[in-house]
């Protein structure tokens, strides 16, 4: 048997784990200050809790869901987005008694999508949620720590904002009459992939990729003609906040978001340093779809970022090798190891040992990894109740008591 990863899959180690839990420290960090408490739920959920919600006719519903039937003929489904588990989980725990609820959380989710750079079949999000404020406050509350939370980590990459109103519920509904009207009438020039849109989804023809697409977008109607004066004012007033804190954005018509819960705000922050896939985070309003969930009828807003594109743009060579290395010559000095390692913890200095008693092969091993230290415990030290460290730099050898080799390692370092 040939054993081999699903597609679209990967295991993460190295510098990616690295990575990893620093964007972790980094997200905490900034929840913390907004006061955004962490919610983790189950990898998957009943079928129901997305098909409706994200929309029957959205790509991830009609072509990427992970979903099977467990042995109870239950349809269960692997979450491919945060925002619904959040809110079923918001209502299962009575969480929404006190409002506005703030919350955030980061783990996998799976979507059946042709594998490719930064595109996968299981990748990780980041999640920030508030449930209960229709204040334009709370747009500007999350894109604000959208982008702080993106810069702590690319302090040096170029991120773009882009933002866009689709308005209230009501206002998309007319909006997306009068796009399918308008398509139906240049039907014969749309690409086959948007001529199945035209009933169900209009709105994707509008961020289609497809040049002749693009062409024929440019007259459709506009979200413009649609918006009422309070969505107007709203946005006006998102826009006008993030203006006063200096965070640049750009206005794109075009932005529509791919599932069908979305209303008003809606952001996306890209960069042009990563090819095809280029959105690191997407994010907008969906007042209404708590109640939809079953949830009360309070406003929503909420974004996600892909852990694994964020990655892709962070600095390598973030392995540290300031483990120090250890060579015991002979079983007979376990105990002197046993006393090195308890001094080495009582100090947080981290340690490697091969499990070998061969001084040639642990010193290959240290320079192998380009360790920067080796100590050493043979016949002498042993005897001289002492141990040996040496500079794998310089070759520099000191010879050092127990007792002072947490702070000898603390003050060389
Ligand atoms: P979405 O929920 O589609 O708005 O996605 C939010 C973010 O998750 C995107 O901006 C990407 O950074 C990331 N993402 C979405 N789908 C994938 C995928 N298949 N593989 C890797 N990252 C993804």
């Known amino acids: 048997m040939k054993t081999r990863p699903v597609r679209g899959t990967h295991d993460i180690f190295g510098e990616n784990i690295i990575k990893l839990n620093s964007i972790r420290e980094i997200v905490s960090k900034n929840a913390n200050i907004h006061f955004y408490k962490e919610i983790n739920t189950p990898i998957f ?18 072509k990427e869901m992970y979903t099977f039937k467990d042995r109870n003929d239950e349809n269960l489904t692997l979450r491919p987005e945060y925002t619904t588990p959040m809110i079923r989980a918001a209502i299962t725990n009575n969480l929404l008694n006190e409002l506005p609820l703030k919350v955030y959380g980061i783990g996998p989710m799976f979507r059946r999508e042709r594998p490719q750079k930064g595109r996968y079949r299981q990748f990780n999000q980041i999640n920030f949620e508030i449930f209960g404020s229709d204040d334009y406050f709370a747009d500007v509350e999350l894109i604000c720590i959208a ?14 904002l882009n933002i866009n109103s689709l308005g209230t519920k009501k206002n998309l509904l007319n909006f997306k009459e009068a796009l399918s009207e308008y398509f139906i009438n240049n039907k014969k020039l749309l690409s086959e992939e948007s001529k199945n849109k035209i009933y169900n989804n209009p709105l994707r023809i509008l961020d289609s990729k497809n040049d002749q697409d693009i062409e024929i977008a440019k007259n459709s ?98 392995i540290k090798n300031n483990e120090i290395h250890l060579a015991i010559l002979d079983k007979k000095f376990k105990s002197q190891l046993l006393k090195l390692i ?57 010879k050092i008591k127990i007792e002072e080799i947490g702070k000898y390692i603390n003050d060389k370092s």
């Open 221 to 318: 109607p506009s979200i413009n003609e649609f918006i009422s004066r309070e969505a107007k004012e709203h946005y006006e007033n998102v826009k006008n906040s993030l203006s006063s804190i200096n965070i640049n954005y750009t206005e794109n018509k075009n932005l529509v978001r791919g599932l069908d819960y979305y209303c008003n705000t809606v952001f996306e922050f890209k960069t042009n340093e990563l090819g095809s896939q280029d959105t690191l985070l997407g994010g907008g309003r969906y007042d209404g779809l708590i109640d939809l969930l079953g949830g009360p009828d309070i406003p929503g807003i909420g974004w996600a970022a892909g852990i694994e594109r964020i990655s892709m743009l962070m600095k390598s060579n973030l």
């Open 342 to 398: 308890q001094c080495l913890k009582d100090s947080q200095i981290p340690y490697f040992w091969n499990y070998k008693y061969n001084l040639k092969k642990s010193l290959s091993k240290a320079n192998s990894v380009k360790a920067k230290k080796i100590i050493i415990i043979g016949e002498e030290e042993y005897k001289g109740n002492y141990y040996t460290i040496k500079n794998l730099e310089n070759s520099h050898q000191d």
């Open 147 to 160: 982008n702080d939370v993106l810069k702590n980590i690319l302090p040096d990459c170029k991120i773009e």
């Open 45 to 62: 959920e009943l079928t129901d809790l997305f098909q409706k919600p994200l929309g029957e006719q959205s790509d991830v519903v009609l």
